[in-house]
């Protein structure tokens, strides 16, 4: 199975701030990446899809990068409401993987 | 509006089974590849197993390989996870999910509120 490895495993980061999360996966998965976010009690939602399109309605500080193995996120100038935590996921042949999860917290 | 909602968590002891439901609205169930996804407490989202439109294709984590069955019924626009032989590192809240399709893409376009799968004696 395909392993997905993110990194870091938690930030702390200002109003403001840019901010990059790294996804790595255990073989080339081409563009098949998505990134969600996830807040306290609640059920994800996609950001990203295909490594780097946006998904409807999310705001454009949110983008995304890469392709084959290693891939990026990136959140162009924090804002109080993305405090979360944020997974990648692979979506290359019949099964699924998600990264451990990107705590971002507030400085 | 697509609805996702989940039956059937509940606390059973360990290699005991349980069947959780996943029932649809708001959509065309049976054009879409569903999920199921789990978070234990406190920690990251696991993808559990995925099922074909037509069910004529279905897979499985690893983890949950020979234990637990996903099947559905698109009569009944239901989603189902079977599980058996459970063990307490299944405890977690359970998500359904749908599966869009975007030119190509995959990806997690809906989710359910969860429910809770506790295995404990």
Same mark, same amino acid.
């Given at each position: 199975?395909?392993?997905?490895?993110?990194?870091?495993?938690?930030?702390?980061?200002?109003?403001?701030?840019?901010?990059?999360?790294?996804?790595?996966?255990?073989?080339?998965?081409?563009?098949?990446?998505?990134?969600?976010?996830?807040?306290?009690?609640?059920?994800?939602?996609?950001?990203?899809?295909?490594?780097?399109?946006?998904?409807?309605?999310?705001?454009?500080?949110?983008?995304?990068?890469?392709?084959?193995?290693?891939?990026?996120?990136?959140?162009?100038?924090?804002?109080?409401?993305?405090?979360?935590?944020?997974? #990648?996921?692979?979506?290359?042949?019949?099964?699924?993987?998600?990264?451990?999860?990107?705590? $971002?917290?507030?400085? | 509006?697509?609805?996702?909602?989940?039956?059937?968590?509940?606390?059973?002891?360990?290699?005991?089974?349980?069947?959780?439901? #996943?029932?649809?609205?708001?959509?065309?169930?049976?054009?879409?590849?569903?999920?199921? $996804?789990?978070?234990?407490?406190?920690?990251?989202?696991?993808? $559990?197993?995925?099922?074909?439109?037509?069910?004529?294709?279905?897979?499985?984590?690893?983890?949950?390989?020979?234990?637990?069955?996903?099947?559905?019924?698109?009569?009944?626009?239901?989603?189902?996870?079977?599980?058996?032989?459970?063990?307490?590192?299944?405890?977690?809240?359970?998500? #359904?999910?749908?599966?869009?399709?975007?030119?190509?893409?995959?990806?997690?376009?809906?989710?359910?509120?969860?429910?809770?799968?506790?295995?404990?004696?």
């Amino acid at each position: 199975d395909i392993q997905m490895t993110q990194s870091p495993s938690s930030l702390s980061a200002s109003v403001g701030d840019r901010v990059t999360i790294t996804c790595r996966a255990s073989q080339s998965i081409s563009s098949y990446l998505n990134w969600y976010q996830q807040k306290p009690g609640k059920a994800p939602k996609v950001l990203i899809y295909a490594a780097s399109s946006l998904q409807s309605g999310v705001p454009s500080r949110f983008s995304g990068s890469g392709s084959g193995a290693d891939f990026t996120l990136t959140i162009s100038s924090l804002q109080p409401e993305d405090f979360a935590t944020y997974y #990648c996921q692979q979506s290359y042949g019949t099964t699924r993987t998600f990264g451990g999860g990107t705590k $971002v917290e507030i400085k | 509006e697509v609805q996702l909602v989940e039956s059937g968590g509940g606390l059973v002891q360990p290699g005991g089974s349980l069947r959780l439901s #996943c029932a649809a609205s708001g959509f065309t169930f049976s054009s879409y590849w569903m999920q199921w $996804v789990r978070q234990a407490p406190g920690k990251g989202l696991v993808w $559990v197993s995925r099922i074909k439109s037509d069910e004529s294709t279905a897979s499985y984590a690893d983890s949950v390989k020979g234990r637990f069955t996903i099947s559905r019924d698109n009569a009944k626009d239901t989603l189902y996870l079977q599980m058996n032989s459970l063990r307490a590192e299944d405890t977690a809240v359970y998500y #359904c999910a749908r599966e869009g399709y975007s030119s190509g893409w995959y990806e997690i376009d809906s989710w359910g509120q969860g429910t809770l799968v506790t295995v404990s004696s």
